[in-house]
T-cell receptor, first 113, second 109 residues
């Protein structure tokens, strides 16, 4: 059975800290891994990763995929209170369809001033 | 703004009542889905559609029906609400990754 496991489930840091969120997966026919940020309402798209070793970067956020070891990490540097959210990892086994996408339970990040 | 519009935002139902959650998107996406989100369980797929007139079951379909008469609209129907259906529901359409609606917090008492 396909599964996506995120760790840690919860994390509390102070502003300025750097955090690393983990996502491991076991799926058949892997096509892409996606990261989402969920604040009070709907998840918003962060990154889509399809190839190993290529870092995706957006401001203080970056992510990389290891298809051999079946995991991805999401790094946030110089954290701010606005980074407080649930971060969701999802694996899409059939690129472009989305109907078989599997989500992890999420990591709840709290950034204290 | 383009995106996914989901209504209502909040709803309280009594056990046995029925209701429809509305979802509309204006991005001309073929693929749309309904998810429920429960604490500690992430997002679980209820039903999905790959285009007008085509729907299929996801991971947790029991107690829910969907239809897709147009590309834009994808309503979710609860046939006879049960307390186990208390959850937050998200509609989403798929282009480059998912675009989610703002969610419906449903409580069944």
């Amino acid at each position: 059975e396909d599964k996506v496991v995120q760790s840690p489930l919860s994390l509390v840091v102070h502003e300025g800290d750097t955090v690393t969120l983990n996502c491991s997966y076991e799926v058949t026919n892997f096509r892409s891994l996606l990261w989402y940020k969920q604040e009070k309402k709907a998840p918003t798209f962060l990154f889509m990763l399809t190839s190993s070793g290529i870092e995706k970067k957006s401001g203080r956020l970056s992510s990389i995929l290891d298809k051999k070891e079946l995991f991805s990490i999401l790094n946030i540097t110089a954290t701010q209170t606005g980074d407080s959210a649930i971060y969701l990892c999802a694996v899409d086994p059939r690129f472009g369809l989305g109907n078989d996408m599997r989500f992890g339970a999420g990591t709840r990040l709290t950034v204290k001033p | 703004n383009a995106g996914v519009t989901q209504t209502p935002k909040f709803q309280v139902l009594k056990t046995g009542q029925s209701m429809t959650l509305q979802c509309a998107q204006d991005m001309n996406h073929e693929y749309m889905s309904w998810y429920r989100q429960d604490p500690g369980m992430g997002l679980r797929l209820i039903h999905y559609s790959v285009g007008a007139g085509i729907t299929d079951q996801g991971e947790v379909p029991n107690g829910y029906n969907v239809s897709r008469s147009t590309t834009e609209d994808f309503p979710l129907r609860l046939l006879s609400a049960a307390p186990s259906q208390t959850s937050v529901y998200f509609c989403a359409s798929y282009g480059y990754g998912y675009t989610f609606g703002s969610g419906t917090r449903l409580t069944v008492v």
